[in-house]
């Protein structure tokens, strides 16, 4: 393989990282202009998402595959090329 093949199978991640890390760059500035500590409001994000096994388990999870498999029907819906309007 070469490397100007390997930079093109990387480059939809590439992309998705640098959103996610802009995301969070734009979100820690905005906290930190509203007077709140971004490293405190990061850490309570993650302890209210993944605090315990338990609270990963009974609430993560259980609203979040709703969501994840609605949106997988929803991508093979398009590309099958399938519009449901019900």
Sequence with gaps: ???GARVTRLAPLLVAGAAV?????TGA????????DPVDAAGALLRGAFGSPGVFLSITLVRSVPLILTGLAVALAFQAGVWNIG
């Design 1 to 3: 393989m070469t490397s």
């Design 21 to 25: 890390a802009l995301t969070a760059l």
């Design 29 to 36: 500035v905005l906290l930190w202009l509203g007077g709140f």
